[in-house]
C-alpha cells in the first residue's frame, strides 16, 4: 500500500481540520470509530460505498503513526 499520506487530508474549512480521507467527509476519528464499535471492513465500506479498503488502512496507518510520536508527560 502506498503512504497514508496519498489518502489522509487536512482541510482548514472541512471537519474542523480533522484529517479526513481523500478530502471527503469522513475522518480518520470516524473510521477508528466504526472499528472500534466492531464493523468490519466489508461492512464499513457496504454503510460508505465512496472508501476503499485502502482508505481504511490509511486511517489505521495514520493512527499508529500518531501513537508513535504522541509523548506523555507526568503532571506534577
Avoid: N
Avoid at 2 to 23: A, F, H, N
Avoid at 44 to 67: K, M, N, V
Amino acid at each position: 500500500m502506498s503512504s497514508y499520506r496519498d489518502r489522509i487530508t487536512l482541510e482548514p474549512g472541512k471537519r474542523g481540520g480533522k484529517p479526513c480521507i481523500r478530502g471527503l467527509r469522513i475522518t480518520v476519528y470516524d473510521v477508528l470509530d466504526w472499528l472500534a464499535s466492531g464493523m468490519s471492513t466489508e461492512e464499513i465500506i457496504e454503510d460508505f460505498p465512496q472508501l476503499t479498503s485502502e482508505d481504511i488502512q490509511a486511517a489505521l496507518a495514520y493512527a499508529a503513526d500518531r501513537e508513535r510520536h504522541t509523548a506523555w508527560v507526568r503532571a506534577a
